[in-house]
């Protein structure tokens, strides 16, 4: 069974910056696209990024593009999620998860993903 573990989460001031990572057990991490998305309270969830099995394509939303990079590490099992100049809204749970089919590139649609984390909670605040 795929597991899923984020970690990297807190409190940061606007303008300052979390790495966030995802530890993958239970299987190969490159045999999976994994995703980040968040929910915030009362908010619909919200696709971050997302990156392909073998790293070389990335999506990231309108709403963090030019400031969160994702990236991956195969050999450590290991995504992460660089969130730079972030902003109150930007507070929110952050969930990993694995989408297990072979595609080209990654999606943001959350109902291909099989496996999720516990989410870690990232807060924006003075």
């Known amino acids: 069974q795929l597991q899923l573990v984020e970690s990297g989460g807190g409190l940061v001031q606007p303008g300052g910056s979390l790495r966030l990572s995802c530890v993958v057990s239970g299987s190969r991490l490159d045999r999976y696209a994994i995703g980040w998305f968040r929910q915030a309270p009362g908010k619909d969830q919200e696709g971050v990024s997302c990156?392909?099995?073998?790293?070389?394509?990335?999506w990231d939303g309108d709403s963090v593009k030019d400031r969160f990079t994702i990236s991956r590490d195969n050999a450590k099992n290991t995504v992460y999620l660089q969130m730079n100049s972030l902003k109150s809204e930007d507070t929110a749970v952050y969930y990993c998860a694995a989408d297990p089919l072979k595609r080209v590139g990654c999606t943001s649609t959350p109902e291909y993903y099989d496996y999720w984390g516990q989410g870690t909670q990232v807060t924006v605040s003075s």
């Open positions: 990156i392909s099995s073998s790293g070389g394509s990335t």
